[in-house]
């Protein structure tokens, strides 16, 4: 897998681990937490860089051993997202794609490009299945995955626990296979 994907007006790149970088990232989380909470439970856990420093080192841990490819949209040399390919399964050729784009960037198109370079990517490195998980009530999310053609597997049932809602909510599972 490449580190860097250029695309028509983003670039996805696997940012390296340094404090600059995590700063960087940290700002982004920080601004946009209210946005993305009810949608990613990992933004809670993000207090500081230092947190954000943590998740780049063992993104890149991950990114070595083929696990997950981490990557972030860039516009104009800065952060707006992510983009990237969790729970990567070498030997059946699947990858989990997770997401997630500053508010401010919403409605431009930025994902589509995103999830569509990083497609590419992993059906021209041999990947099968690409899977897309979202919250049913996640309307920006399953747009993306429906604009973009993956066929709806199925929704899963009280699949997440939502704390704060004191509720479960339902998963939709999504997916694309490579063109033969």
Same mark, same amino acid.
């Given at each position: 897998m490449?580190? !860097?994907?250029?695309g028509p007006r983003i670039t996805l790149m696997h940012l390296a681990?340094?404090?600059h970088n995590a700063?960087?990232?940290y700002d982004v989380e920080s601004k946009n937490k209210?946005?993305?909470l009810p949608w990613l439970s990992w933004a809670r856990d993000i207090k500081s860089a230092t947190d954000t420093y943590a998740f780049l080192k063992q993104s890149d841990k991950s990114w070595e051993n083929n696990s997950a490819y981490e990557y972030f949209i860039i516009l104009n040399d800065?952060? !707006?997202g992510n983009c990237a390919a969790n729970s990567v399964d070498i030997k059946n050729k699947k990858a989990e794609l997770g997401y997630w784009l500053a508010n401010d960037y919403r409605g431009c198109g930025y994902m589509i490009e995103a999830v569509r370079m990083l497609e590419q990517e992993l059906f021209k490195n041999g990947f099968n299945k690409i899977i897309i998980h979202n919250d049913v009530l996640n309307k920006g999310s399953v747009n993306v995955a429906k604009n973009l053609g993956y066929?709806?597997?199925g929704v899963l049932k009280q699949e997440k626990w939502l704390p704060k809602e004191n509720r479960f909510r339902d998963i939709n599972c999504f997916a694309k296979f490579?063109?033969?």
């Open positions: 490449k580190y !860097i994907l250029k681990p340094c404090m700063k960087l990232l209210d946005f993305l800065e952060i !707006i066929e709806l597997e490579k063109k033969k």
